[in-house]
Each structure stands twice: as structure tokens, then as C-alpha cells.
């Protein structure tokens, strides 16, 4: 079985320039997820959809980031304009659905961004 | 206070120790605990998964769960240095949106 694919593996930019993390989840998985991983911390969700519905979003700086998720399947997420403070890997995540033991996740390898 | 507090570590054990992870958290509301290994530059993998308190046990993997006391924990028998890793709690709540709540991962390295 696939795992979560993301792309791009890497990306440096410099602070105030935009960028995009694409994400493709496992087969079948109706729930994606997005987590921001800052060095030396847990992952922090940024949101969550349902198929191609938000579910929760409540921690997405929505002034500079936004994502979405396109007929179900693929999602990318983007932050417009980035700031230092973004620096961080950017997880993918999927799972089955969002009831009992069908939420495990299963992460992709993560997009590791560097602002400059 | 964060909803969930584990020991960052960094922990050094000899090759066939036993190792004890532990995650403490304030969220009462909890009911499904996990632990995730996570290699350097890769993504989080999940290795127990677990519903309210009790014992699991996976291999050389043991995960307990301790509500009473907000007290989770991994046991890892015969460690091997392949174990080196970063290990993450994590829990959610029983209803609701799914989000994961993490601790910040302790660094385990595991020597020959």
C-alpha cells in the first residue's frame, strides 16, 4: 500500500515570499490532515478536512496561510507571505475516516521549509 | 500549562536495556492514547494505539494508560539501536474533530 506522499521534500525562501506543499494521502482516506512540526516541539494541527470539507481549521494563521482540498483526494497547502517564524517541517497526514480506531493517521515524510 | 507534557530527553540507553517513555496530560477528556516513532527527517509512525486505561502489549512494545493519574507510558524491551529515534505521545479526545494532541517527543538513542 502507497504511503502519504508530500513534495516538495525541501524548500528555502526568503521571508515574504509565498510558497505551496502538495500532498497526496493514501488511497481511500476520506480525512487529511495538515501538522506544523517546529524543531524541538510536537506536531501542531493546522487543519483537518473531511473529504473535501474543513473540519477544523481553528489553529490556521488565516491571514497568511490556506490550504484546500480539491475533490477529496489531493490537497496543497500555502502561506502568503512567509515569516521566519514559519520555519518548520509541514506534515501530511490521512486516515480512513474520523470515528474510533478508523483515525489512525499515517504521516507522509513532511516538506522541511526554511524562511531567510 | 500544555495539554500534554513529556520529557524532552535526550535519552541514552546501553543495547538490551529496558526503556520507560512517559507523557503526562491535563485534558481529563482523553480516551484514545497513541505512541509515534519518528526517525530523523522522516514523518511520524505510529506504534501503539491504544482506548482508555490498560495495558497493551506489541512485540517488545508495551503502552499503558493511566487515567486516574493522567499517565501514559512505553515500555521498550531488549532496545535495540535501531529503537533511536524520537518517540511522541499523543491523545485525543472521544468526540469530536480528530485533532492530536502531542507531547514534544523524547529523543531516544540506543548504544551498541
Known amino acids: 500500500e502507497a504511503g502519504v506522499a508530500q513534495s516538495p521534500r525541501y524548500k528555502i525562501i526568503e521571508k515574504r515570499q509565498s510558497v505551496a506543499f502538495w500532498c497526496n494521502p493514501i488511497?481511500?482516506?476520506?480525512?487529511l490532515y495538515w501538522y506544523q512540526q517546529i524543531l524541538g516541539q510536537g506536531p501542531k494541527l493546522l487543519i483537518q478536512?473531511?473529504?473535501?470539507?474543513?473540519?477544523?481549521d481553528s489553529q490556521l494563521p488565516k491571514d497568511r496561510f490556506s490550504a484546500e482540498r480539491l475533490k477529496g483526494v489531493d490537497s496543497t497547502l500555502k502561506i502568503q507571505p512567509a515569516k521566519l517564524e514559519d520555519s518548520a517541517v509541514y506534515l501530511c497526514?490521512?486516515?480512513?475516516?474520523?470515528?474510533?480506531?478508523?483515525?489512525?493517521?499515517?504521516f507522509g515524510q513532511g516538506t522541511r521549509l526554511t524562511v531567510v | 500549562q500544555k495539554e500534554v507534557e513529556q520529557d524532552p530527553g535526550p535519552l541514552s540507553v546501553p543495547e538490551g536495556a529496558i526503556v520507560s517513555l512517559n507523557c503526562t496530560y491535563s485534558?481529563?477528556?482523553?480516551?484514545?492514547f497513541m505512541w509515534y516513532r519518528q526517525y530523523s527527517r522522516k514523518g511520524p509512525e505510529l506504534l501503539m494505539y491504544?482506548?482508555?486505561?490498560g495495558n497493551k502489549e506489541d512485540g517488545r512494545f508495551t503502552a499503558q494508560v493511566d487515567k486516574s493519574s493522567k499517565y501514559i507510558s512505553l515500555f521498550i524491551r531488549d532496545s535495540q539501536p535501531s529503537d533511536s529515534a524520537t518517540y511522541l505521545c499523543?491523545?485525543?479526545?472521544?468526540?469530536?474533530?480528530?485533532?492530536?494532541?502531542f507531547g514534544t517527543g523524547t529523543r531516544l538513542t540506543v548504544i551498541p
Open positions: 497526514a490521512s486516515s480512513l475516516g474520523d470515528r474510533g480506531f478508523n483515525t489512525e493517521a499515517f
Open positions: 488511497s481511500g482516506h476520506a480525512t
Open positions: 478536512f473531511q473529504n473535501n470539507g474543513v473540519v477544523d
Open positions: 485534558n481529563s477528556a482523553f480516551q484514545y
Open positions: 491504544t482506548y482508555s486505561s
Open positions: 499523543a491523545m485525543r479526545l472521544q468526540t469530536g474533530a480528530n485533532n492530536l494532541f
